[in-house]
Nanobody, 127 residues
Framework: QVQLVESGGGLVQAGGSLRLSCAAS????????IGWFRQAPGKEREFLAA????????HYADSVRGRFTISRDNAENTAYLQMSSLKPEDTAVYYC????????????????????WGQGTQVTVSS
């Protein structure tokens, strides 16, 4: 069983930056693809970014490409989402998700795909 814990959310002004963390409680974290998602009130969960386990390949949603950067530190069992140039419409609960061990990047690029989820962290961007 993989447990994921997000942290780093908070209140930030428009134009500001935040770095979210996703800490995983699994020995073989380096074999899990990781994705970041968000869900705003009254909206469906939205894919943001994903990173593969095998070669560090990344994939981004058009809405955040160039502003958000996903990365991972396998030694720390942690994935990150660096967010910059934040906008009020980025306000949401942010979640990380993991695919099945050894699975491809495809397993974490849609909201229905991840097998494991964290509890989420709130990000609020004020105008």
């Amino acid at each position: 069983q993989v447990q994921l814990v997000e942290s780093g959310g908070g209140l930030v002004q428009a134009g500001g930056s935040l770095r979210l963390s996703c800490a995983a409680s699994v020995r073989s974290f380096d074999r899990y693809p990781i994705g970041w998602f968000r869900q705003a009130p009254g909206k469906e969960r939205e894919f943001l970014a994903a990173i593969s386990w095998s070669d560090g390949r990344t994939h981004y949603a058009d809405s955040v490409r160039g502003r958000f950067t996903i990365s991972r530190d396998n030694a720390e069992n942690t994935a990150y989402l660096q967010m910059s140039s934040l906008k009020p419409e980025d306000t949401a609960v942010y979640y990380c998700g993991a695919g099945v061990e050894g699975s491809p990047l495809l397993n974490v690029i849609t909201p229905q795909a991840p097998s494991y989820w964290g509890q989420g962290t709130q990000v609020t961007v004020s105008s």
